[in-house]
């Protein structure tokens, strides 16, 4: 059995042809920012209950375009988590920003809302916490935190399309969230885009126009900002709306092999193997994620199985060449630098078969029962 980590066969090829004829031939023939992508926005923003949804070229991008609309600038600190993927550093940098980094919690890898209350200053603009892996962040006490210091909450929720905490949908919690339909997400397409989620009408208005050179929709060549391209593509639109209602079906598959994981994984901690929080509340099921303390072992093992796994950030983000500059001096972030060193995901993705799961779980659970405690 060989199991690779990211499914080979993830669209449908016949779907992707159809939507590239129907775009195609349409008589407008209009590739981006046409109706199927105002259509799409609509779709997201009537499902999850919010003011407006602005689909924007990246999750990335979007992360920028709201930091943008919010006025983050030189002089700005934006908190964002020690642990996690570039753009959570870049998008604040490259406005001129600094990124501050706040230490992340030890077993669920998310921000910790104790470390990042502690980083507030009189210069703090926005705090930008994201879900990580299978785990949504304290969303409720650092809404509390960025409302008692008065300051906005961006939520990036590139993972975390689909997943509830208390009852409230994952991209909603801050002033504005942020989702990614890169490939591999959850919601992936196959290309580039993002979608901008907020219940601010006057934010939205703000990302509307920087999505496109600071146009507002209205007049064509008048610029009221500096903005960015940063659009929609009609086909990956066409593509999006017609995957959308089965799109929980998918979650629900990885959700409930996520749980077979956690329930099969649950005595392995005192082994050197530890599995995320069991339950569905502020969860997500992007990536599975354990923290291994022999996790290149726990990698060879697995390889040699057959079974594919992925190491995803190898040091914290102030660690990072790109980002050393604004690693403030004499900080550091013990949790952030223990996930690094321990995280391993293994494939959790829908295409997954039952046998394949628990070939899966069986080789995690074999290599932690050989290794010993604590090897
Ligand atoms: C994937 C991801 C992004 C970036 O999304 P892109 O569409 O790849 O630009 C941002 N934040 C987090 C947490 C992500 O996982």
């Known amino acids: 059995?060989?199991?690779?980590?990211?499914?080979?066969?993830?669209?449908?090829?016949?779907?992707?042809?159809?939507?590239?004829?129907?775009?195609?031939?349409?008589?407008?023939?209009?590739?981006?920012?046409?109706?199927?992508?105002a259509r799409f926005e609509e779709v997201l923003r009537d499902g999850l209950g919010v003011a407006d949804a602005v689909a924007c070229?990246?999750?990335?991008?979007?992360?920028?375009?709201?930091?943008?609309?919010?006025?983050v600038g030189p002089g700005d600190e934006v908190?964002?988590?020690?642990?996690?993927?570039a753009p959570l550093a870049s998008a604040p940098s490259t406005l001129g920003a600094t990124?501050?980094?706040?230490?992340?919690?030890?077993?669920?890898?998310?921000?910790?809302?104790?470390?990042?209350?502690?980083?507030?200053?009189?210069?703090?603009?926005?705090?930008?916490?994201?879900?990580?892996?299978?785990?949504?962040?304290?969303?409720?006490?650092?809404?509390?935190?960025?409302?008692?210091?008065?300051?906005?909450l961006l939520e990036d929720s590139a993972v975390g399309q689909g997943g509830v905490l208390a009852g409230r949908a994952a991209g909603t919690w801050g002033d504005a969230g942020v989702f990614s339909f890169v490939q591999v997400k959850t919601f992936g397409m196959p290309g580039e885009g993002g979608m901008v989620v907020t219940g601010d009408p006057a934010l939205a208005r703000e990302v509307r126009m920087l999505r496109n050179h600071g146009q507002d929709g209205v007049h064509r060549f008048r610029h009221h900002r500096i903005g960015h391209n940063s659009r929609f593509d009609e086909v990956m639109a066409a593509f999006q709306l017609r995957r959308f209602a089965t799109l929980p079906d998918r979650l629900e598959r990885r959700a409930r092999i996520g749980e077979y994981y956690t329930s099969r994984f649950a005595d392995l901690a005192a082994r050197g193997v530890l599995a995320p929080p069991p339950g569905r509340d502020g969860r997500c099921f992007y990536v599975y994620s354990l923290l291994a303390d022999r996790r290149d072992a726990l990698r060879d093992h697995l390889t040699a199985h057959g079974i594919g796994s992925h190491v995803y950030y190898q040091a914290p983000l102030p660690r990072q060449p790109a980002f050393a500059g604004h690693a403030q001096p004499g900080r550091d972030w013990p949790a952030a630098a223990s996930a690094a060193r321990r995280q391993l995901a293994i494939p959790i993705h829908p295409h997954l078969t039952d046998a394949q799961v628990e070939h899966i779980a069986d080789e995690v659970c074999r290599f932690a029962a050989t290794s010993g405690a604590h090897g």
């Open 79 to 85: 908190i964002v988590p020690a642990y996690g993927c």
């Open 99 to 152: 990124p501050v980094f706040a230490d992340v919690d030890p077993w669920t890898m998310v921000v910790d809302p104790a470390e990042v209350d502690k980083l507030v200053t009189e210069r703090t603009k926005v705090i930008m916490p994201a879900h990580v892996f299978s785990v949504m962040a304290d969303m409720p006490a650092l809404r509390r935190i960025a409302t008692e210091a008065g300051v906005r």
């Open 57 to 71: 070229g990246s999750g990335t991008s979007a992360l920028t375009l709201v930091l943008h609309a919010m006025g």
């Open 1 to 37: 059995m060989s199991i690779p980590f990211f499914p080979p066969d993830l669209f449908d090829g016949d779907l992707l042809l159809e939507v590239v004829r129907e775009v195609g031939l349409a008589p407008d023939q209009r590739f981006i920012l046409g109706s199927r992508t």
